[in-house]
């Protein structure tokens, strides 16, 4: 009853920039904290960037501190990770996460999306 879809993501060069976005619909009462993640080729998948439900708090990876951004708009249930000076090593399949109360009440359960692949090849 709760999809996430990702979008954005693409072959970009060595340097370049790409903006995902991830959106959840369905029956949703509150959403908790959001974040991105990443599995590359033969590697286990790995948090990106998180931020809790206020936007307030945010952390990354320390592979991506500095060149990445994650914010949400709370008002489309919407996440989204900026990704600037992007470098072969953050070739992946991109995956949105999200905790969401879909009752009041309810205990946040955990969603994700189907993922979004991200190539960055000259």
């Known amino acids: 009853q709760v999809q996430l879809v990702e979008s954005g993501g693409g072959l970009v060069q060595p340097g370049g920039s790409l903006r995902l976005s991830c959106a959840a619909s369905g029956v949703i009462f509150n959403i908790h904290a959001m974040g991105w993640y990443r599995q590359a080729p033969g590697k286990q998948r790995e948090l990106v960037a998180a931020?809790?439900?206020?936007?307030?708090?945010?952390n990354y990876a320390d592979s991506v501190k500095g060149r990445f951004t994650i914010s949400r708009d709370n008002a489309k249930n919407t996440v989204y990770l900026q990704m600037t000076s992007l470098k072969p090593m953050d070739t992946a399949v991109y995956y949105c996460n999200a905790a969401i109360v879909s009752m009041i009440g309810q205990h946040p359960y955990d969603y994700w999306g189907q993922g979004t692949q991200v190539t960055v090849s000259s």
């Open positions: 931020i809790s439900s206020g936007g307030a708090s945010t």
